[in-house]
């Protein structure tokens, strides 16, 4: 049976009407669709602005980007303000502008954020919110370290050999951050040590707003006897403000003021061999990402302290780190440490003022 041109025609656009509305029906149900309840699945669900949804676990929630552990796609760091909806499951910490830390289930909806405890429900603007972090954590979630090996060998008319180490340990929850730094150096030449120096540094911070915190312990561990320093202690509290918070570059600000005690490897005669005095210390530091792949960080931190003690003392670090995996960098750092007033050793030997080098190492990240 043959059939009139009109027949066809017909029929072909009846058959595009139909796929059409097959094709709208599924894109409309796939716009609607929500996922299950978290609490019966035991996880997290994020919806994107491009209207996809992921489904994994919040590790946290610091500087405006969502990190983020999917089932399928592995760790991912999602901009706060690319999220449209967030139905989270389990008990969270969150840092607010305006009441600081709540605790409670999470839900974002939007441009609000939907805290709900056992007996309130509080409701926030998104942007209100500064950090959160889950309340059951999970192995290691709300920790960050680094560390940095490098060696060096030089043989001929000289033999000489280089070792440099540096460690950055970080915790970070809702409204808190605890940091460890170590920075160390040897160096050898022709069987002589030509320099030993150990730095360790930790701090613990309490957030009361977006912007400033106060710095309730920071203490730190000083050696160096080639600047006649068998060991220097300092310890104070103070507090801070945070100049620049986005998602590429962190700026803070500290002062502190404290007591340090220092004992000299060796003195003059009729000297005394370790000295005690008040401390006022201002630090800041600077992190940021130069490119995806390059980052720079600087540190300084000035000390103020009696006459014997050395009256002035600063110490920078700047560092470039060039990733070369995910885990892996390339740090170049300049270190400047000076003293002002340096102590004389039991031969009269007064140590330099200034100690500047360059640390190039591997570093491993976690």
Request: net charge negative; no cysteine; proline share 2%.
């Amino acid at each position: 049976m043959r059939l009139s041109k009109h027949t066809v025609t017909t029929a072909y656009w009846q058959a595009l009407v139909v796929v059409g509305y097959i094709t709208l029906s599924a894109a409309s149900s796939a716009n609607n669709w929500t996922p299950p309840p978290p609490k019966s699945v035991n996880s997290t669900w994020v919806q994107l602005v491009s209207g996809e949804w992921v489904k994994g676990d919040v590790i946290s929630m610091y500087q405006d980007r969502l990190h983020f552990d999917s089932d399928k796609l592995g760790v991912l760091s999602i901009k706060w303000g690319d999220i449209v909806t967030i139905h989270a499951s389990g008990e969270f910490g969150i840092f607010t502008e305006t009441d600081g830390k709540v605790i409670g289930q999470l839900d974002r909806i939007g441009d609000k954020v939907v805290i709900a405890s056992s007996d309130s429900q509080r409701i926030y603007d998104a942007f209100d919110v500064v950090s959160i972090a889950p309340r059951e954590e999970r192995a290691f979630s709300q920790w960050s370290a680094k560390v940095s090996l490098g060696y060096s060998v030089r043989q001929g008319n000289n033999d000489e050999s280089e070792f440099n180490a540096s460690a950055d340990i970080k915790r970070q929850t809702a409204n808190t951050r605890a940091t460890i730094d170590y920075l160390g150096y040897m160096s050898v030449k022709d069987d002589s040590q030509t320099a030993n120096n150990h730095r360790l540094k930790g701090v613990y911070d309490r957030f009361v707003s977006r912007k400033f915190f106060w710095r309730t312990f920071q203490g730190e561990l000083f050696i160096d006897k080639f600047q006649n320093i068998e060991r220097r202690t300092t310890v104070g509290s103070g507090f801070g403000y945070r100049l620049i918070e986005n998602d590429t570059t962190d700026w803070d600000i500290s002062t502190t003021l404290g007591y340090q005690i220092t004992r000299f490897d060796s003195v003059e005669v009729g000297q005394q061999d370790d000295e005690r005095t008040p401390a006022l210390t201002a630090s800041t530091v600077y992190d940021t990402e130069l490119t995806h792949w390059i980052d720079w960080k600087t540190s300084m931190q000035l000390m103020i302290v009696n006459e014997v003690s050395g009256r002035y003392t600063h110490h920078l670090v700047s560092t470039i780190s060039t990733e070369i995996t995910k885990y892996i960098d390339f740090d170049v750092s300049v270190v400047w440490d000076r003293t002002d007033n340096p102590r004389a050793d039991a031969d009269g030997v007064i140590p330099e003022k200034d100690d500047y080098r360059m640390v190039v190492g591997i570093g491993i990240d976690y």
